[in-house]
């Protein structure tokens, strides 16, 4: 059955044929390039832009001051509110304080390098922990705490006190890059009363609905237009400053305007992920049965509030993780630093839950002299008990997860590799390696308000069939895996279907592409669109033969008598009984999918180096549309995740300004050479909450492996105290741990 | 990431390039460094000199016991230990495997890396261990300097700004040298935070002559002459490599800072890289 699954992307984007925005062609149109801020903090004096107004190839330099009635970011509050460009206080490395418009990139940027700005420092702070004490306030007079919040319920002192053993740990969950490969990217190009936006983006309505509300005009003036992008991660999602500076200025220019950010700026200013301060208390029996665990997060969201302060919660909400914990507390502070936002990165608030609760896990098990797969064992929620209410306040829809420990464990060669470890603490002159186990579960669908997406499915009179759905890929299969799955929901040739998605002219709404929701709401709505087709069909074809709806069937794309042998193709019923178009606005609940993942490193205790010797991820994400496409999602979440555990960290210096001069040179993202030997196995259990049975894939490496790999390092070094070992695991933290 | 406007001329001839250079040209041979310092606007030269299209350049000769390398040859060239005659053949793949990645190799120069001088550059530590000559072009002439005198800092050398770097010299390696090249970095890709390469030579149980060349140990590259005196008269053993080590660590090396490396953590990379690559050295 391989032909269904024919990929449709690869030859186009393989052979240099895709269209991103930067390949879009439009006749007068203008390159943005920002004026960044170099200090991280500080009181703006002075932006003169005369210099580089007088550039050759430049059509105009801004700055706050020469535009009027710029409308702010929206989502924040008045009293903290984030303006387009600095209007007085720069609150985050690389903050735009002017936009220079040329002919090209090149003359845009000789003219930014001529605006002369002024800026004086004030003292940064750029973690959670250090801005939560308020000692630099981002706004004067108010706290940097921008929000509070918790999950579950507070527990009683006694419960710490009885229990047999209570852990108690810190970590950081250093910020993180998204990183895709194409930068954020917008093109506006207005066309009398339309304003048509070209934008690698994840959700082009919310775009469409944020843009028109901020330029003053009607939802239906504006229209979003994805064309191929190059991946977001999470970090495409939003409406940004630039964005708001280069629709405002297509529109009042009457010119087409395009800013395609580059991969020095994205280093400082596209959004980033991850970011908390935790500290964790996890009690448990003598039999390390766990009795509660209370997770506390200090989050950095960065330098305004925004739609993202509340993301952290999920952190608190998935704290419970897969266990049968009976008490679990968990409580958020979100609190402004002197950084870009933190907004969603693959994972998105499941990593920074399934990190401390598998560490501690570690360390618990370590306390306990019990073998860490065996007390995850006992703890893992069993099969029957689904569904399964947490004490933090979600419902798991499904799942077998001692099944999925099982399998890691024995795909792994678990009890092999103690025997290697056991031979080689025996032997002085061997290097230590170390064994690390992840259990985690996540979420996949979304969230209240984005459970539900637009789908449509059309028929035409050549016999095509058209899907359309308000997902938008930035590189996930979209074109090969929907129209498939619709074929065979019609019982048509997979060719002679084929998928629009990302452009709001097509849909009158759409969600988007995030938090693991297209295969499982989109690919539910249109399995499900094309069942209503089916009814469409028949009920046409029951009048047309005048016989009841009953007495006709459904079968490889046609309908037909139950009786007789008389077929009738889409193609036919559509030229006889005109068009054929079933648009459904489709909903489903969040499903929890969840999996085990298990790293064997050898650590060199003498330079602190990490090889990661072997990585195994068992994952469960429901039925899978397309395994190919499910195992590629699984293979690039764990490199990410590799390269949060062992690479990937934004080193500040004292005042505040990341240290990546060098970009990826200095940002190091796990290259080939890094990725060692994978082995992907699955578990399938279906969700119950759609026919279809998908659940969501592609965040799993980002969730589950850091902490495998971070307690492999803890078992070869056999660390009673693992706190000195914070991501990400670079040589001197090993090192020092080790020491 | 765009360089500012500049002029480019493609000399066919030695003496048109160093004419260009006069004129206050940069020169372009692999453009690794070059193209990255003018994408990130910290070079901006009115003028580039692509020497690309000079006959000769890309020599690689060894005569009289002398290596030169010429202003175009790729780093790629030394993969192979065949490439140049003898343990200084071994020595050059053994440390050009480690430079950036294969796309890279394929276009950057050797000559290339020794104008640059970047600290961390693994040809640079190479050039003062094994005492190269550097040989330069100007209108005014040519000169040759020792690469003990060469380096001045970070990016800094005794080239003057319109004397184009034609060839390196190397004496070779006498055949019973024992060579090794260690590095170590954050991925297969990154600059070295400490890369060692070393030569020795043992007579009769004794170490006769040592070289040891440090990368990103100081704000240049470090011929390790405090640990070489250690060695000399020794027996080849693993304390006394590990107490040249330390004397590496200790009285050669200057490290300053760097993101995830503090110099305590350096200095104590250091000693253990050039024991290890002594003892891989070490002739058996």
Known sequence: ????????????????????????????????????????????????????????????????????????????????????????????????????????????????????????????????RDAAADSVALFDGLSNVALRGEAGSPIAGEVWERAAVVVESRYRQQLLMPSPMECRTILCVPEGDRLTVWSGHQAPHRLRSELAALLDRPEESVRVVVPDTGGAFGSKSAVFPEFIVVAWLAVRLGRPVRWVEDRRESLLVATRGRGQDQHVRLAADADGRLLAYELTVEADVGAYPHLGVAFPMQTAWMATGPYTTPLVHATVRSVLTNTMITYPYRGAGRPEATSPLERTMDVLARRLDLDPAELRRRNLIPPELFPYRTPTGRTYDSGDHPAALDLALRTLGYDGWRAEQARRRADPAALPVGIGLSCYVERSGGERGSLHDYVGVEAGEDG?????????????????????????????????????????????????????????????????????????????????????????????????????????????????????????????????PFGTHAAVVEVDPDLGTVRVLRLVAVDDCGRALDPAVVRGQAFGSIVQGLGQALYEGVPFGDDGVPLLANGLLDYLLPTYAEIPPIDLRETRTPTPRTPLGAKGAGESGCIGTPPAIVNAVADALRLDHPERLQMPLTPDVVWRAAA | MKPSAFDYVAPRTVADAVDALAAGAQVLAGGQSLLLDMHLQRAHPALVADINHVPGLDELTASDGTLTVGALVRHQTFESPGAVPGPLGDLFARAVVTIAHPPIRARGTMAGSLAWAHPASEWCALAVALDAVVELRSTRGTREIPAGEYFLGPFQTAREPDELLTAVRYPLLAPDTGV????????????????????????????????????????????????????????PSSPAFTMAGEAASTEDAAPVPEPYADVDYRRHVIAVLVARTLREAAPV
């Open chain 1, 1 to 128: 059955m391989v032909d269904r699954w024919l990929r449709r992307e690869d030859e186009r984007l393989l052979t240099g044929a895709g269209r991103f925005v930067a390949d879009l062609r439009v006749d007068g149109r203008l390159d943005a390039v920002f004026v960044r801020s170099e200090v991280a903090h500080g009181v703006l004096r002075e932006v003169d832009c005369s210099a580089a107004r007088e550039t050759p190839g430049v059509a105009g330099a801004w700055s706050a001051a020469d535009l009027p009635g710029l409308p702010p970011m929206p989502g924040g509050e008045p009293a903290r509110e984030w303006p387009a460009l600095v209007e007085d206080r720069v609150r985050y490395p690389g903050e735009a304080l002017a936009v220079v418009l040329g002919d090209d990139r090149y003359h845009a940027e000789d003219g930014a390098a001529r605006v002369r700005t002024r800026i004086d420092p004030l003292p940064a702070v750029v973690t959670a």
């Open chain 1, 464 to 592: 095509t069939v058209v899907a359309r759905c308000g997902a938008a890929s930035s590189g996930q299969s979209h074109s090969t895996v929907f129209p498939a799955l619709v074929a065979e929901t019609l019982g048509v040739e997979p060719a002679r279907v084929r998928l629009i998605e990302g452009d709001t002219d097509e849909l009158p709404g759409g969600v988007g592409s995030f938090g693991s929701r297209s295969a499982q709401i989109d690919g539910a709505g249109l399995q499900h669109a094309a069942g209503l087709l089916i009814e469409e069909a028949r009920e046409r074809a029951a009048r047309m033969w005048d016989l009841p709806v009953e007495e006709t069937a459904w079968s490889e794309g046609a309908v037909h008598p139950v009786r007789g042998t008389a077929a009738m193709g889409l193609s036919e019923l559509v030229k006889r009984t005109g068009p054929l178009r079933i648009d459904e606005r489709y909903e489903a609940d969040m499903a929890f």
């Open chain 2, 180 to 235: 090794a090249f260690t590095e170590h970095r954050r991925t297969g890709f990154s600059f070295a935070q400490v890369a060692v390469g070393a030569a020795l030579t043992v007579r009769d149980g004794v170490i006769t002559e040592a070289r040891i060349g440090l990368a990103n140990c100081a704000d240049r590259p470090l011929r390790a002459h405090a640990a070489e005196r250690t060695l000399i008269g020794a027996e």
